[in-house]
């Protein structure tokens, strides 16, 4: 009933008229339809209410002329609802908020009452002797279990991996007790990570499990460099597949490494698992939070990989020594460390081992790799080789043969 619509218009998106319905003074309506979103001073409880949708139907027929601006009762209606839609979604933010710090409040105290858990687990193998644990597989499983209930997964790998050092062969008292002592230091890390500087929080907090989003990280400031690939390592038999893919920094000197996880193992259409050894790559890195910084994720990429330059080696061990010492300070639990070396490989039984120039050597770990390569590339004579550094010795994934790369 066009005729009992007064004062109709349309301007900045907004649609409003006057209707002489049943009650003393004109209905004001108004709509914004890009929303949408409906307002009537009728008594109606309906949303929208029919005069809304009449209006509509007239400013859709082309029966609602345009004007320059809204009229008085519209802009107030549209300050109106923007101020409803800003306080609700402070109340939405707020109770986003609180919610998130009972998650992660809750989590804390499970987190907390696992690892008090798990100190007496430890005490009691101390207690009870080594030799208990002698020749039997999965001795760790029940606490490792609990770990998981407990929302500690990082704890809970740890205590796997240990489960089979008592068949790992000789010298696995040690290594069962460095491990157990690891641990109890993360546990009474945990129960001061409040008063840790953040950095080594962090570290705790990564050791133990907890997550830091992608997002997150990608947030943090970004380190520019052309980035050398200097090796690629498959791990096969984690829990999840992973990838670990290593560079260093032609500029900045510093070490990053780029982690892919694939449950089947075959990190296809992954464009951080695609890094190949002796390539170099323009971008942006982000670091995760923790000490020393090596985790990054992968920002900003400017250009394609190209071939990069063989990298510069430590010389001497003893060098590598002290940069060891220096990062084990920075975190007591870091397994292991990337390096790159100058020296020969040494076959030998029961190992081989690598040696620098001046003559200093160190055991060579060459499970899953053909040693034979790395020796056929030397052949006899120094050459530089990429690999990771540990208290086991030096695992070599990478050697150049000249400017070449060779992967191993």
């Known amino acids: ?45 309906k949303l929208p209410c029919k ?48 919610a998130k710090a009972r998650r992660a409040a809750l989590r804390r105290e499970r987190v907390t009452a696992g690892l008090a858990e798990l100190e007496l687990w430890l005490c009691d193998q101390i207690r009870s002797g080594l030799s208990a644990v002698s020749g039997t597989y ?19 790998a740890t205590l796997r991996r240990l489960s089979a050092v008592p068949v790992s062969g000789d010298g696995w008292p040690q290594r069962l007790l460095a491990g157990y002592a690891g641990l109890h230091l993360l546990a009474r890390a945990h129960m001061q990570l409040d008063t840790l500087p953040p950095d080594l929080a962090a570290t705790v907090r990564n050791y133990v499990g907890y997550t830091v989003s992608r997002q997150r990280v990608l947030a943090e400031p970004a380190v520019r460099d052309h980035w050398l690939v200097v090796g690629v390592r498959d791990i096969a038999d984690a829990a999840i597949p992973a990838r670990r893919t290593y560079l260093r920094g032609d500029r900045t000197g510093l070490w990053a490494v780029v982690l892919a996880f694939d449950p089947q193992g075959r990190f296809s259409g992954n464009p951080d698992a695609a890094f190949v050894a002796g390539t170099t790559l323009d971008a942006e890195l982000h670091y995760y939070p923790g000490r020393p910084r090596l985790r990054v994720a992968v920002g900003a990429r400017h250009g394609e990989p190209a071939a990069g330059p063989r990298p510069q080696p430590r010389r001497r061990l003893s060098e590598l020594f002290e940069e060891w010492a220096a990062v084990l300070a920075l975190d007591p639990w870091l397994p292991d460390w990337p390096a790159v070396l100058h020296g020969v490989p040494v076959p030998g039984e029961p190992s081989w081992r690598f040696a620098d120039e001046g003559g200093a050597s160190v055991p060579l770990l060459i499970g899953g790799i053909d040693p034979w390569i790395l020796a056929a590339v030397s052949g006899g004579a120094q050459v530089t080789v990429a690999g990771e550094w540990s208290p086991d010795g030096f695992r070599p994934l990478t050697v150049w043969h000249g400017e070449a790369a060779v992967p191993l």
């Open 1 to 45: 009933m066009p005729a009992l619509w007064i004062g109709r218009g349309c301007a900045s998106g907004l649609v409003w008229g006057r209707y002489a319905g049943s009650g003393r003074s004109p209905y004001q309506v108004v709509v914004e339809p890009a929303a949408p979103a409906f307002g009537c001073s009728c008594p109606s409880r």
């Open 51 to 98: 005069h809304a949708l009449a209006l509509l139907l007239l400013w859709s027929s082309g029966d609602v002329p345009g004007t320059d601006e809204p009229v008085d009762y519209a802009v107030r209606w549209q300050l109106a609802r923007a101020q409803r839609v800003v306080a609700a979604a402070r109340r939405r933010g707020a109770g986003d908020e609180e």
């Open 138 to 156: 999965w001795h760790a499983e029940p606490v490792a279990a609990r770990m998981v209930d407990a929302q500690a997964p990082g704890v809970a």
